[in-house]
């Protein structure tokens, strides 16, 4: 097998703009700022029914946003899924782009706002459930996940960004400059939080996860295995994972299981009082698997932005945070 790097560039700037590499392939499709939060959840099968899609929205709460993404592992492919009776093909779907390692690898995306927002309403406190009732070809397909964004003036201010696209072998190092050091009150601030989702198609690790993605934050290694089919099944038609409802941001990433990592993850422990620089760094041994989808969710107001600037806003309530996320590739895929 052939080695070769992949990257995948992307920033979220609290109260700034941060420029972005050139190679980015990772863009910015949504963004909210305001109380809320969001609900990530997928699935993946070759069953018909395929699988089905869980949604955590609290009373009192307004779907501001809903997003159904599919991806698949076959050229010129563009799904047909049935999703809670609604069924989306051909020209509804917003294509995010092939592989740039791979080629045949590709995510598509619909906006399901209006379906989402009439079954949820004001929100419960129980989950909801929303059914992929097919797919076509079912087994061309690894699966769907569904990205929800609220708000309710309960939860705390927020920034939330879905980014979307593919992954790219065009470099390994993203470098997310701040405005002044953090200070030990904002990372000691019980509200204070970083997270980051991943979602992941074609992903397969076999028994030992030795086909795996690392990513390192200031140096310090964040995950070795990112991947698999978390949400799905070991086999093509279901190779999905997304960090999301199940999924525990504080966990440890247990590399020594099979997917022992479930693509979410907490920036917190990475960031120290004094720090002006944040550097992600990653590698991908394999080229095979491919990132279509990256949520942050940061209790902070904040913009984002991929190109460059000459200026930086002073920052307000919050000492100034960049985050960014480059490079994120995958292992071979599962045999057939």
Aim: glycine fraction near 10%; charged fraction near 15%.
């Amino acid at each position: 097998m052939k080695f070769k790097t992949t990257t995948i560039a992307c920033a979220v700037i609290i109260q700034s703009v941060i420029a972005l590499p050139s190679y980015a392939t990772l863009s910015t499709s949504y963004s909210f700022n305001g109380n809320g939060n969001w609900s990530l959840d997928g699935c993946g099968s070759n069953d018909t029914p395929t699988c089905s899609i869980d949604a955590i929205v609290p009373n009192g709460s307004t779907v501001e946003a809903a997003f159904l993404y599919s991806t698949n592992y076959v050229t010129n492919l563009i799904p047909t899924v049935s999703f809670d009776g609604t069924v989306y093909s051909g020209a509804d779907w917003t294509a995010l782009g092939p592989n740039a390692s791979t080629s045949f690898l590709e995510a598509f995306r619909v906006d399901v706002t209006a379906q989402v927002a009439a079954t949820i309403g004001s929100g419960s406190a129980a989950p909801y459930s929303f059914t992929v009732d097919s797919e076509t070809p079912n087994t061309s397909i690894d699966g769907e996940v569904l990205a929800i964004v609220y708000s309710n003036p309960s939860e705390v201010l927020r920034t939330i960004a879905f980014l979307d696209g593919s992954s790219s072998s065009a470099g390994d190092s993203a470098f997310i400059s701040l405005a002044d050091p953090l200070t030990s009150a904002d990372l000691l601030d019980p509200n204070f939080e970083a997270s980051l989702s991943l979602g992941i198609g074609f992903g397969f690790q076999g028994n030992d996860n030795s086909q795996s993605s690392t990513v390192d934050v200031n140096g310090s290694t964040l995950t070795t295995c990112a991947g698999g089919s978390d949400d799905g099944i070991e086999a093509n038609g279901g190779l999905i994972t997304i960090g999301g409802i199940g999924d525990n941001v504080a966990n440890d990433h247990d590399c020594s299981a099979l997917n022992g990592d479930d693509e979410l993850y907490s920036l917190d422990s990475f960031l120290s009082a004094g720090d002006s620089l944040i550097t992600i760094d990653t590698l991908n041994p394999s080229n095979d698997d491919n990132i279509f989808f990256a949520g942050l969710n940061i209790t902070a107001d904040a913009t984002i932005s991929e190109n460059p600037v000459t200026e930086v806003p002073a920052p307000q309530a919050l000492t100034l945070l960049g985050l960014g996320l480059l490079g994120l590739g995958f292992r071979s895929r599962a045999p057939k």
